[in-house]
C-alpha cells in the first residue's frame, strides 16, 4: 500500500477545459502539500504550495486540502496546451529544509489546442 | 534548473559494470537527494546527504552508495548494474535561501540510465 495515491491518467482534456488533478494519503502526519510540474524530460518544478486545509489560489491554479479526508486537489482553470505535463504531489510532516518528501506517481495532462 | 547539473544525461551499460552519476550544484545548499523515477512508481528517495561526508540511505537504497566530499558535488554509484537499475535519475537540493518553502527542493535535468 502506497502511502500516496494518485491516478496516473493520462488525461486528455480540450483547450479552456477545466481540470482537477488529485492525491490520497493515508499518513495523519503529513501537514505540508505541494504540487510539482514536471515537463517531459525535464525535472520537477514547484508548483504550488499549502500548509494543513484549506484553498490556496495562484492565477489559474487552485491547490485545495481536505485533511479530513487525506485528499489533496489542485484544479486548472482555462487549461491552455503549455500545462501539457506531469503534475506531482508531495507531502511531509515537517516544514524543514531538509525535509523527505513523498511524492505520487504522477498524473500526465495533455491540453489539446 | 536552479543552478544544478547532472552527468552524464544519457548512459547505456551492460549488467555486471559500476557506474557513477555526478551531480554537482552551484548554489550552496546543504541538502542533495538523489531520486529514481519509474512509470508506476513516480519519485522514490535512493539516498540523501545533509552535509559533506554526512549521507543516510532512502526507501531504495540496495545495490546503490553515494558519497559527498565537497558540499557542490553528490556522487550516485551502481556497484554492480542490473537491468532492474535501468531508470531516470534526478538529483535534487534543498536548504538555501531561495525565498520559497523551506521544504522545497530543486531538481536537476535528470540522467538516463540503461542497463542491458
Known amino acids: 500500500q502506497k502511502e500516496v495515491e494518485q491516478d496516473p491518467g493520462p488525461l486528455s482534456v480540450p483547450e479552456g477545459a477545466i481540470v482537477s488533478l488529485n492525491c490520497t494519503y493515508s499518513?495523519?502526519?503529513?501537514?505540508?502539500f505541494m504540487w510539482y510540474r514536471q515537463y517531459s524530460r525535464k525535472g520537477p518544478e514547484l508548483l504550488m504550495y499549502?500548509?494543513?486545509?484549506g484553498n490556496k489560489e495562484d492565477g489559474r491554479f487552485t491547490a485545495q486540502v481536505d485533511k479530513s479526508s487525506k485528499y489533496i486537489s489542485l484544479f486548472i482553470r482555462d487549461s491552455q496546451p503549455s500545462d501539457s505535463a506531469t503534475y506531482l504531489c508531495?507531502?511531509?510532516?515537517?516544514?524543514?529544509?531538509?525535509?523527505?518528501?513523498?511524492f505520487g506517481e504522477g498524473t500526465q495532462l495533455t491540453v489539446n489546442p | 534548473d536552479a543552478g544544478i547539473t547532472q552527468s552524464p544525461r544519457h548512459k547505456v551499460t551492460e549488467t555486471g559494470t559500476p557506474v557513477t552519476l555526478r551531480c554537482h550544484q552551484t548554489?550552496?545548499?546543504?541538502?542533495m537527494y538523489w531520486y529514481r523515477q519509474d512509470p508506476g512508481h513516480g519519485l522514490r528517495l535512493i539516498h540523501y546527504?545533509?552535509?559533506?561526508?554526512?549521507?543516510d540511505k532512502g526507501e531504495v537504497s540496495d545495490g546503490y552508495s553515494v558519497s559527498r566530499s565537497k558540499t557542490e558535488d553528490f556522487l550516485l554509484t551502481l556497484e554492480s548494474a542490473t537491468s532492474s537499475q535501468t531508470s531516470v535519475y534526478f538529483c535534487?537540493?534543498?536548504?538555501?535561501?531561495?525565498?520559497?518553502?523551506?521544504?522545497?527542493?530543486?531538481f536537476g535535468p535528470g540522467t538516463r540510465l540503461t542497463v542491458l
Open positions: 508531495a507531502m511531509t510532516p515537517e516544514e524543514t529544509s531538509g525535509s523527505r518528501l513523498t
Open positions: 548554489e550552496n545548499h546543504r541538502y
Open positions: 535534487a537540493i534543498s536548504g538555501g535561501l531561495a525565498g520559497g518553502p523551506v521544504s522545497e527542493q530543486f
Open positions: 499518513n495523519s502526519a503529513f501537514q505540508y
Open positions: 499549502t500548509y494543513s486545509s
Open positions: 546527504s545533509y552535509g559533506v561526508k554526512d549521507t
